[in-house]
């Protein structure tokens, strides 16, 4: 049996003596499966993400990717490894074009090494294309709706070669249009074996788009289970600790017998 696609085990993070990853247990197990990751706001998971992408280092535990362990030291150690993170506020520049955005970390070249815009454009249309956006890579980015940005970001993805695609929070400032194609995008990608992890406080796309479902709270994993053994009050109850206070009346306010 081939090794989960990655494994995050015994995973433990603090920042000034507060813990807010406590003994973190996640797997992504098959190439193209979409894994969702749920929790309340603060529960963690943008630091779990931020680990993964090189950003946070870990205090302890371990990762691993397709087996082998995986200990990036910086966002380009996981770029190389093939780990993209779409955060929900895009990283793109907004005054430069698509193309020039997609080979910020290095666009195609001459020989002679020097910057060659024609092969950066080229390249830049077939990323472009592999994500639905048929538009001149020329185009400045501030020019293109939300939609078409998130779509861009995709696309610098996959002209990286990223084997995984982190999404957090998606579809925050999407059309419902610009979601549906979001959607087709995922699935495509899904199909051509590039595994995600789905982040969402919309427990009904997570439903919809994934195969498996993690659940964080409180820094901890309280649970993952294939999306078939999952509801959205399942999920709920999980992310939720539900405290009942018992009110003991005072004396003369009770019922007399």
Do not use: W
């Amino acid at each position: 049996m081939d090794a989960p696609v990655l494994m995050l085990k015994q995973l433990n993070k603090s920042f000034s003596g507060v813990q807010v990853l406590k003994d973190i247990n996640l797997t992504l197990r098959n190439r193209g499966s979409i894994l969702g990751l749920v929790g309340e706001n603060g529960a963690g998971k943008s630091t779990m993400m931020n680990i993964l992408g090189g950003i946070l280092e870990r205090d302890s535990g371990e990762m691993l990717l397709d087996g082998e362990p995986f200990n990036p030291r910086s966002a380009v150690d996981a770029d190389q490894a093939g780990i993209a993170l779409i955060h929900q506020e895009l990283n793109l520049f907004l005054n430069m074009s698509l193309a020039e955005n997609l080979y910020l970390n290095g666009a195609p070249g001459t020989r002679l090494g020097l910057l060659s815009y024609r092969a950066m454009n080229s390249e830049a249309r077939k990323a472009l294309q592999r994500v639905g956006i048929d538009i001149s890579p020329a185009t400045r980015m501030e020019s293109l709706s939300m939609g078409l940005r998130q779509m861009a970001e995709i696309a610098k993805a996959l002209s990286r070669n990223a084997r995984i695609v982190v999404f957090d929070e998606p579809t925050t400032s999407l059309s419902n249009i610009e979601k549906k194609q979001l959607f087709g995008i995922i699935k495509e990608l899904s199909g051509g074996g590039i595994s995600m992890i789905y982040i969402s406080h919309t427990l009904d796309d997570v439903l919809e788009l994934c195969d498996e479902v993690a659940v964080i709270r409180d820094g901890s994993i309280v649970g993952q289970s294939p999306i078939a053994e999952m509801n959205k009050a399942k999920m709920i109850s999980m992310m939720i600790i539900v405290v009942i206070i018992a009110v003991q009346l005072p004396q003369n306010h009770r019922k007399k017998s």
